[in-house]
Structures are given as C-alpha cells and as structure tokens.
C-alpha cells in the first residue's frame, strides 16, 4: 500500500524515463500504465520490477501445472510493479495471459538480465534530485566534455567510436549518470557495470579500454555541450549561417549549450562534431563565425 505522504512512481513514467536506457519494447500494449509505487520502494535491495531471464522461463517451463501457480504466485505478488523479460525474448502465451490477468504492466529488453539490473539499480539512485540517468554517448573532445544524444539507431555508438579512434577520451556509452556537484557543476560518468564497454552493432560489446588502451579512457568529465544529432529531411530547411541557436539542453535545472547536427548518408558526423567543438570554444571566447561574416557583409554593402 502506498501512503499518501510519499512520493508515486507509475508505470507510464518508469517506462517513458527508461525506454532507451533498458532498450524497452512493449509487450502488452499498455496495461498497468496506471499502477503506482512509492519512488523509496524502488531504491530498496528488493525492487518491485521483476526482471526475468531466459534461464528463468525454462525453469518455470519445467514445473508441474500446480508448481507453476506457486510460481506465479511467489513473484508475482500484489506488490509487484512491472515485470521486464531480458536476453531479447518474447514470453511465451501462458505467461502473458497470466499477467494480462492481474493486470500487469509487460515489457522486452534486448539487455541481459544483469545489465537490465545494474542500469535499473542506477536510475531508481538517479531519482535524487541531485542525480540522474541519461541516454547517449559521453566523450572528452577538445578538451570539453560532451554528451552525444540523439534517437536510438541514428549511430551514436559508431560515431563515438570513430571519436575515440582518433583519440579523443571516452567516458561511456549508452547510458549516463550524471549528477551536480558541489559547484553545481554537471558532471557526467558511467554505470560500475558497464564502464569502459560500448556496444556496435555487427560487433557487440567491446572493450575500449582493452582496444585503446588506458589512456583512451576517463571516469567521468564535466559536461559542457550537447550535441544532438537528428536525421535530416530533405524538404526541411536548414539554417546554412549558423545564427540561430537551438534551445539550451536542460539536466537538472541547469541549461548546457546545444548544437544540432542533422544526419543523412555521406555527412561525416565524427568530423561535424569536432568542428563543431572547436567552433563552441572559439564562441565562448566571444568569436562568432557568421556574426563576422555578416558585419563583413555589411561593411562591404556600406561603402558602395
């Protein structure tokens, strides 16, 4: 039972704020979106998201018709907030009838059950007001830190990785933790489990640290810009001077910078991104390349 005074999780938020970092899919529509917990009951050892594994639909499978309805029974209690199946299976029909009948909220994970934990068990600590979870790509270029957002499959991973071949630092991949300082700085690192991995598809996961070696590596960097990287539309049109800025990016009631990237065949985004922090750095020293351009412009327009 939830008291009134405490703060509620539901459902509908858990999986709007955890879609990309446990790479969720729907696997019931969404039934059990309206389900609440209390936000303390989800840092506890014993979290009401059931995350299940492969090895544990085998088991299950094994059972006896009446062993099974213990099974049900003994994890799925009435407490029970949602229930994630990793490894990138799908449930079989018993399951999903059984809790499409207690009304539970049904989710697939392409992660494996220890890594859907540990990203799991690093959000739930996120939901302090100093801290949070973030999905992108953290990397040391130029000498500022920079967090690579942008939607799942536009190549984030890859790009990042084409950065750090050129020897630039990485911090993470995927999923960041960033919390305020002392300073109220944002400062930005990666889950215990995960750090110094990266996955790629067609590769899987590797080790940049053991590629690259140690040098190629931080722990964690202060984060000064965003760069977001869209998927460019042919009919849209797009500010070819550069003197429109995008909105600032918000993390914790504090605004960074941010540069759109747009993305299409044949852009060398790796390159963009470098320029584009280099431009950053000469900007916050007060040179402004398309101000200069167009005083320039008026300069020449003024004497004819």
């Not at 703060?7 to 389900?35: C, H, N």
């Not at 609440?36 to 299940?52: E, F």
């Not at 990266?198 to 040098?215: P, Q, S, T, V, Y």
Request: glycine fraction near 8%; charged fraction near 30%.
């Amino acid at each position: 039972m939830v008291s009134e005074k405490e703060s509620q999780f539901e459902v509908r938020e858990f999986y709007k704020k955890t879609k990309d970092i446990l790479k969720l899919r729907l696997g019931s529509g969404k039934i059990g979106f309206s389900r609440k917990t209390a936000q303390s009951s989800l840092q506890k050892d014993r979290s009401p998201v059931q995350v299940w594994s492969a090895r544990d639909i085998k088991d299950m499978q094994n059972l006896s018709t009446g062993k099974r309805k213990e099974f049900f029974s003994e994890r799925l209690k009435d407490d029970a907030f949602c229930l994630i199946l990793a490894d990138g299976r799908s449930f079989p029909l018993e399951i999903r009838e059984e809790i499409k009948k207690r009304r539970l909220a049904l989710f697939y994970s392409e992660l494996s059950q220890n890594i859907c934990r540990e990203r799991m068990k690093s959000f739930f600590l996120s939901l302090s007001p100093s801290q949070i979870i973030t999905s992108g790509e953290l990397l040391h270029i130029s000498g500022l830190g920079i967090l690579i957002v942008g939607e799942s499959g536009i190549g984030k991973s890859e790009i990042a990785l084409e950065l750090v071949s050129r020897g630039y630092h990485f911090i993470c991949d995927d999923v960041v933790q960033v919390k305020k300082d002392a300073g109220g700085k944002l400062v930005g690192s990666a889950p215990p489990l995960t750090r110094n991995f990266m996955e790629i598809r067609g590769l899987g996961i590797i080790n940049i640290k053991e590629i690259f070696g140690a040098e190629s590596i931080k722990k964690q960097i202060e984060i000064n810009l965003v760069i977001r990287l869209k998927k460019m539309h042919r009919l849209k049109e797009y500010d070819r001077l550069g003197l429109k800025f995008p909105e600032d990016y918000e993390i914790l009631g504090k605004k960074i910078s941010q540069i759109n990237i747009p993305v299409a065949p044949g852009r060398n985004i790796a390159t963009l991104i470098e320029v584009a922090c280099k431009a950053h750095i000469l900007k916050e020293k007060g040179y402004h390349a398309p101000l200069d351009i167009v005083r320039k412009l008026n300069r020449a327009l003024s004497v004819r």
